[in-house]
């Protein structure tokens, strides 16, 4: 049997009208993906912000040895209660950066999705466990 010219105008109609809702997946689907290229932009936007931190206590740091070990000079020579203090507060500016630079490396979101997965699947791995101890035991 040959379809006949009447029924393959109707089959495509049939086929096209399903359009409607495929354009309005497509539109959710370019909505999603707005969305999702802002909030990777605002990451990145937030990684740069953090990179440049990093680069700035880096410099600072090397500034402050610097200058740490031309005070630490000073006071050999001369000791003096201010050089004592300026050495002292170098020592303590210099402990805050690297605290700084450290949590750079280990913030909670570095940390987040590794201890969630443990949390559940030690979870997990405790619920059956159990299920199979008071099943077996």
Sequence with gaps: MNPSPEDSPKKLNDEFSNDVPVNQELKVSEMEL???????????????ERYSQVQYYHKRKA?????????RLEV???KTHKLR?????????LEIIELNLESSLFGWNSIKTPFWQAVRFGGLGIVIGWLLKSCFG
Excluded at 36 to 47: D, M, P, R
Excluded at 85 to 93: G, M, N, P, Y
């Design 34 to 48: 707005a969305q999702a290229l802002a909030e990777v932009e605002l990451k990145l936007a937030a990684i740069k």
């Design 63 to 71: 500034e402050l040895q610097y200058h740490l070990e031309e005070v």
């Design 76 to 78: 050999r020579r001369q």
């Design 85 to 93: 203090e300026e050495l002292q507060q170098i020592q303590t500016e």
